[in-house]
């Protein structure tokens, strides 16, 4: 959507069904996923759409999600667990924000990293902080890997989905990197 446009973009809601509980999917009318959370973190899906939908720049009916992110989601949970960032996505954030969702896609699978080390990374060693806050403001979970993230001592630190959730998905991400 280009700056001064005014037609809304629509956006499609399903749900798929995956071993540590269903993600209600959202993608925009050209498949780009705009938001992915587990179904038991509304609190969290209705904070970030309220915004955006209350903005008039966006339009939420619920239907059937794109067989190409249906089929993803199922081959990732079956152990292609690099295949994610094939997936296109519609950031909308703030420019930092969507620099560090865009550069956490390309931490791979089985790889984590301390927040610092992400700043680093992103050519701000100084801004670990604002990394564990963009972090914890993504709206992809598991498509912007977030959990792929820890602390400096690599300590499992917040995690949107639950703590459980996020050791499962770094050790499913373990057993199944470079096979």
């Not at 509304?42 to 067989?67: D, N, P, V």
């Amino acid at each position: 959507m280009t700056c001064g446009s005014s037609k809304q973009v629509e956006l499609i809601s399903g749900t798929v069904a995956t071993p540590i509980g269903p993600l209600v999917v959202i993608e925009d009318e050209a498949d780009a996923l705009f938001m992915v959370e587990f179904a038991d973190c509304e609190h969290r899906m209705e904070r970030w759409l309220q915004h955006r939908l209350a903005s008039g720049r966006y339009r939420l009916r619920t239907g059937t999600i794109s067989s190409s992110a249906r089929e993803t989601f199922a081959a990732y949970f079956d152990g292609t667990v690099d295949i994610l960032s094939s997936l296109p996505v519609r950031f909308d954030g703030t420019s930092f924000q969507n620099e560090m969702w865009t550069a956490l896609r390309e931490v791979l699978p089985g790889e984590t990293l301390a927040y610092g080390v992400f700043a680093e990374r992103l050519g701000r060693p100084n801004a670990a902080r604002a990394v564990g806050h963009a972090n914890g403001s993504n709206p992809l979970s598991i498509v912007v890997p977030c959990h792929r993230l820890v602390g400096a001592n690599g300590a499992l630190t917040n995690y949107g989905g639950g703590l459980q959730r996020k050791r499962w998905l770094l050790d499913h991400e373990a057993r199944h990197a470079n096979q």
